[in-house]
């Protein structure tokens, strides 16, 4: 991904509104629930063997969710943090967070070379994926969601938030609007639909549908 310029941030001022964090807690929620979804289903010794068509689709629907998580940690390292950095100074230290993003990025890996092998063998891959994943996010939550209510302006993390969105090519877009309005309760779905405005809400008028088939053919549900 190209390089990010970060402006100046000022620290937020005692009366400032807090930013919303609305969309973080949303997308960590999505990334472990459909984690857990999918490694206890291709782990489960019951399951009948698949149509080829649901087994293309549950490969496809993991293949976009193991971008989903890259990108969100590349989006943290190169966007957030910095942002967090430049408004709250010294307060924390953002090092072991992305040494964990570091750690993650070969369980990545395995996930994406074995994601055309057997259900068993990408079931225990996702699962060691969760397993870190949802370590770093319990940090991440009880760490850093402080120090942004407390130091980040609203306004740079909608900032953050936007810049973000600019980066991700529309074809993943079209599975991470309605992957997000999935996992969203409504009143959180009302908040980041609001914050990003109506090209958003298009587009997920336009993919909600063919997202939810594509998840009951996955899940079966």
């Not at 100046?8 to 960590?28: K, M, N, Q, S, Y």
């Given at each position: 991904m190209r390089q990010?310029?970060?402006?100046?941030?000022?620290?937020?001022?005692?009366?400032?509104?807090?930013?919303?964090?609305?969309?973080?807690?949303?997308?960590?929620r999505a990334m472990l629930t459909?984690?857990?979804?999918?490694?206890?289903?291709?782990?489960?010794?019951?399951?009948?063997?698949?149509?080829?068509?649901?087994?293309?689709?549950?490969?496809?629907?993991?293949?976009?969710?193991?971008?989903?998580?890259?990108?969100?940690?590349?989006?943290?390292?190169?966007?957030?943090?910095p942002v967090i950095e430049r408004s709250a100074g010294q307060v924390i230290d953002l090092g072991p967070l992305t040494d964990d993003h570091h750690a993650l990025a070969p369980v990545l890996a395995r996930c994406r070379s074995v994601l055309h092998r057997d259900d068993r063998t990408l079931g225990r891959a996702l699962g060691e994926l969760r397993d870190l994943l949802a370590d770093h996010i319990g940090d991440e939550e009880r760490e850093v969601f402080p120090v942004?209510?407390?130091?980040?302006?609203?306004?740079?993390?909608?900032?953050?938030?936007?810049?973000?969105?600019?980066?991700?090519?529309?074809?993943?877009?079209?599975f991470t609007v309605p992957w997000l309005a999935r996992h969203a309760e409504p009143a959180e779905l009302d908040r980041l639909l609001r914050d990003a405005g109506p090209p958003a809400?298009?587009?997920?008028?336009?993919?909600?549908?063919?997202?939810?088939?594509r998840e009951r053919l996955v899940f079966g549900t």
């Open positions: 990010i310029r970060i402006p100046p941030v000022a620290p937020r001022r005692p009366g400032e509104p807090e930013a919303d964090l609305t969309a973080l807690v949303v997308i960590h459909d984690l857990d979804r999918l490694a206890a289903m291709l782990s489960s010794p019951g399951e009948p063997p698949a149509s080829p068509e649901r087994a293309a689709a549950v490969r496809d629907y993991t293949a976009s969710l193991l971008t989903e998580i890259d990108h969100h940690h590349v989006n943290e390292d190169d966007v957030l943090w942004i209510r407390r130091h980040v302006p609203r306004a740079a993390l909608a900032w953050v938030a936007k810049t973000i969105e600019k980066r991700a090519p529309l074809r993943q877009m079209v809400r298009l587009l997920l008028a336009a993919t909600r549908r063919r997202w939810r088939a």
